[in-house]
């Protein structure tokens, strides 16, 4: 059964950072292109970042020059560093592996994001 446990979010100033992480189980983690996935109040989930078996890496304009994502393949965990952080950040995160669109139907609790003054 795969399991993905994400943590790392909380309350954040605008133009603050944060640095989520995402642990997977029950996958052979290595060999998938894993990505971040957001969704607001109201909105669609979204991809907000991706990483490749091999590490290239891929941002939405939205997100592009303040989110980086980097995985451990050892400790089958991927991460999702936000920096310059906006109010329309605010949302709750998730992962799961991709392929045209999310690979698994179970889903974490995901980690809220809440970028507010």
């Known amino acids: 059964q795969v399991q993905f446990v994400e943590s790392g979010g909380g309350l954040v100033q605008p133009g603050g950072s944060l640095r989520l992480s995402c642990v997977a189980s029950?996958?052979?983690?290595?060999?998938?292109?894993m990505a971040w996935y957001r969704q607001a109040p109201g909105k669609q989930r979204e991809v907000v970042a991706t990483?490749?078996?091999?590490?290239?890496?891929n941002f939405p304009n939205s997100v592009k020059g303040r989110f980086t994502i980097s995985r451990d393949n050892a400790k089958n965990t991927v991460y999702l560093q936000m920096n310059s952080l906006k109010p329309e950040d605010t949302a709750v995160y998730y992962c799961?592996?991709?392929?045209?669109?999310?690979?698994?139907?179970?889903w974490g609790q995901g980690t809220q994001v809440t970028v507010s003054s």
């Open positions: 990483i490749t078996s091999g590490g290239s890496t």
């Open positions: 799961n592996a991709v392929a045209g669109g999310p690979v698994f139907v179970s």
């Open positions: 029950g996958m052979i983690f290595k060999i998938y292109t």
